[in-house]
């Protein structure tokens, strides 16, 4: 893959993700605001505990922490401004990515292949496939798609077209793509791309269109109607390709917040919270008759960010003993245990066999405070007889420790990390700021340390790229082009990286992203604190069916649930 492919992918997402930073670091207080009660709509029938819907006219209904500002279009070639997960339940793409077990099901497509060079990628489309309105779904609707990003560079996320060359057609049921050089990433990022149809959007500018309210898609539910500040509802498309819902409606009930749509699975009013729970309510919801609970690895990591252009944090043995102080057991139990483990190599266990697991357990990178003063020695660095640490040049240790604001679980966690680094006799002074302001700090490089949290694309050259290779980095005084905020630079994993974008052969590119998280792990560039983790409870006393190799609120398990 050209190496300039990914200083695009991740900078036009550096605003989102600074902007989601603070919800994905979560633990909002607990608060007592109910959010709106379900209504019956269209002949949906009750599902309150006094009697289970009829198959007939069931109606699901999922709660989200939605503001009514995340509704302005549906647009799914836009970013901003809009409930994105809406999008999974109203369009398809090619295939899907699921981080439960880091496998990619088919969707739209029934199947791919490569040619003999790896340079040209043909997909065939599933026979049935057709939009809401009868229109038959056909390889022109996923070759209008593509050009849409191609003519529109700003809707190019993930700025495919800088690798792919073209996409055709081949007959009504194959589209090819065409690429500049072997892509072994591009099936992933398949899974990223909604599918639109072409003889509606055609008459309308992608780029400004707000499709609002959703015209028809191809997905297991079609929009029904929005009642502003309370509800989507969503109805069954009984024509779906791969199988028509078992219920009648998805009614996405509105919350202001996680705690909110906490307390309306605690009072029964929803089936679901989605994974946007406040973690302190979930012991009381586990509790609840029928509630069971959905913990997989997602594609995100918990970090503290070092930054390597620091006197002190530019030494690897430094970094490596601030690591060794961090109690990961203690950090997961401050989250509920909604985590897990996290891969010092850097690549969560959701990439599959691309995770260097042993790593994990590796006791070279275990909690182990004791032998963190050992490597500090080593690089120099003692303590006076103050009980301050100083470093070769005599002078003190100070540490400013940023972590966000608002947070009670992970104001939690700074306070640990916070103690263990303060024992070795560093200084540390804490500073609690805004996701938007961390974004800031992390990109400006006007930081010692940076408490935060890390998502990728469904991609493990991605992931590593964006956040280590020395072209995402930046001079000092400058800010990252991309997220290497710890402006960590090293040729040898570089090459490493480059190599790994254009290896087709999947034992060959998995040597070498396992050869990248060994490096990772033993210059320790960023400290991994955990895994993040998709934590969604879910009733089974109404509804059954769920699909637990999914998401449980996604659509693959949502068009497969049933009344009980």
Not at 112 to 118: D, E, M, R, T
Not at 320 to 326: E, F, K, S
Not at 437 to 456: I, P, W
Request: positive net charge.
């Amino acid at each position: 893959m050209p190496e300039k492919l990914y200083p695009v992918l991740e900078r036009r997402r550096l605003l989102r993700d600074g902007l989601r930073v603070s919800a994905a670091l979560g633990g909002a207080a607990f608060l007592a605001a109910c959010g709106p009660a379900a209504a019956v709509r269209k002949g949906a029938s009750s599902t309150s505990s006094s009697s289970a819907p009829s198959a007939a006219a069931a109606t699901f209904r999922l709660g989200a922490d939605i503001l009514p500002s995340q509704l302005s279009n549906f647009n799914p070639f836009q970013k901003t401004g809009n409930w994105s997960q809406i999008f999974d339940y109203l369009y398809d793409t090619l295939l899907y990515f699921s981080p439960v077990d880091g496998k990619l099901l088919h969707r739209l497509a029934t199947g791919y292949s490569w040619n003999p060079a790896a340079t040209r990628l043909s997909v065939t489309l599933h026979p049935g496939a057709r939009w809401q309105d009868g229109t038959p779904l056909t390889a022109a609707d996923v070759v209008y798609t593509f050009k849409v990003l191609k003519d529109d560079p700003a809707l190019d996320t993930y700025a495919l077209w800088q690798s792919i060359e073209a996409v055709t057609a081949s007959g009504a049921g194959g589209v090819v793509f065409s690429t500049k050089k072997p892509f072994p990433s591009l099936p992933a990022y398949l899974s990223t791309v909604y599918i639109v149809p072409e003889h509606i959007w055609s008459a309308q500018n992608p780029a400004n269109f707000l499709n609002n309210p959703p015209t028809v898609g191809s997905g297991p539910f079609a929009f029904d109607h929005y009642t502003p500040g309370t509800d989507i509802l969503l109805r069954a498309n009984p024509r779906y390709f791969l199988g028509g819902p078992r219920v009648a409606y998805l009614d996405i009930l509105m919350y202001a917040n996680a705690p909110a749509a906490s307390l309306a699975m605690l009072r029964g009013n929803i089936e679901t919270p989605g994974g946007g729970i406040a973690m302190p309510s979930l012991p009381q919801m586990l509790k609840m008759p029928g509630v069971k609970y959905q913990l997989y690895t997602n594609l995100a990591n918990f970090v503290l960010y070092m930054n390597n252009g620091h006197p002190a944090l530019g030494d690897r043995l430094v970094r490596r003993a601030i690591a060794a102080t961090i109690d990961h057991t203690a950090l997961i139990a401050a989250d509920q245990g909604a985590a897990f483990a996290g891969n010092p190599g850097w690549l969560p266990k959701a990439f599959g066999a691309a995770c260097d697991r042993a790593l994990i357990t590796d006791s070279r990178y275990a909690f182990n405070p004791k032998g963190a003063p050992a490597m500090l020695a080593q690089a120099g660095y003692k303590k006076g007889s103050d009980g301050k640490l100083a470093g070769p040049d005599g002078k003190p240790v100070r540490l400013t420790y940023y972590a966000p604001a608002s947070a009670p679980a992970q104001d939690k966690m700074a306070s640990i990390i916070q103690q263990g680094i303060a024992a070795l006799g560093v200084t540390v002074t804490p500073r609690f700021v805004t996701g938007p302001e961390l974004t800031t700090v992390l990109r400006s490089g006007q930081y010692d340390l940076v408490q935060a949290a890390a998502s990728f694309p469904p991609d493990p050259q991605a992931a590593l790229f964006a956040y280590f290779s020395s072209d995402e980095s930046a001079p000092e005084g400058q800010n990252t082009v991309g997220l290497n905020y710890a402006r960590y630079r090293n040729p040898q994993l570089d090459a490493l990286l480059a190599r790994s974008a254009t290896t087709v052969d999947t034992q060959q590119r998995n040597k070498l992203f396992f050869s990248a998280q060994q490096l990772i792990a033993h210059e320790a560039p960023v400290a991994v604190l955990y895994e993040g983790a998709g934590h969604i409870p879910y009733s089974t006393a109404k509804f059954t069916g769920y699909r637990t190799d999914v998401p449980v609120d996604s659509a693959f398990s949502l068009m497969a649930v049933r009344p009980v």
